[in-house]
């Protein structure tokens, strides 16, 4: 993964602060962001089957408002 110099310095000010090592800090959030997309992924699909579609019916259908929630 090829960062700039500017991402490397950012990742390791937030790490420090947080008590992490650089490697450390990239694993842990790329880890909870991955856990955070799963758990939307599962809500819209949980969204789309109370509308009686697949998740892709309907993204094509066009997104859900806060009416449709």
């Given at each position: 993964?090829?960062?700039?110099?500017?991402?490397?310095d950012?990742?390791?000010?937030?790490?420090?602060?947080?008590?992490?090592?650089?490697?450390?800090?990239?694993?842990?959030?790329?880890?909870e962001?991955?856990?955070?997309?799963?758990?939307?992924?599962?809500?819209?699909?949980?969204?789309?089957?109370?509308?009686?579609?697949?998740?892709?019916?309907?993204?094509?259908?066009?997104?859900?408002?806060?009416?449709?929630?």
């Amino acid at each position: 993964m090829d960062l700039t110099p500017g991402e490397r310095d950012a990742i390791a000010a937030h790490g420090s602060a947080l008590g992490l090592s650089p490697d450390d800090y990239i694993h842990r959030t790329a880890a909870e962001r991955a856990v955070a997309w799963q758990g939307e992924r599962a809500a819209f699909q949980a969204l789309a089957r109370r509308h009686g579609q697949t998740a892709e019916e309907l993204v094509r259908r066009g997104s859900p408002t806060d009416s449709d929630l």
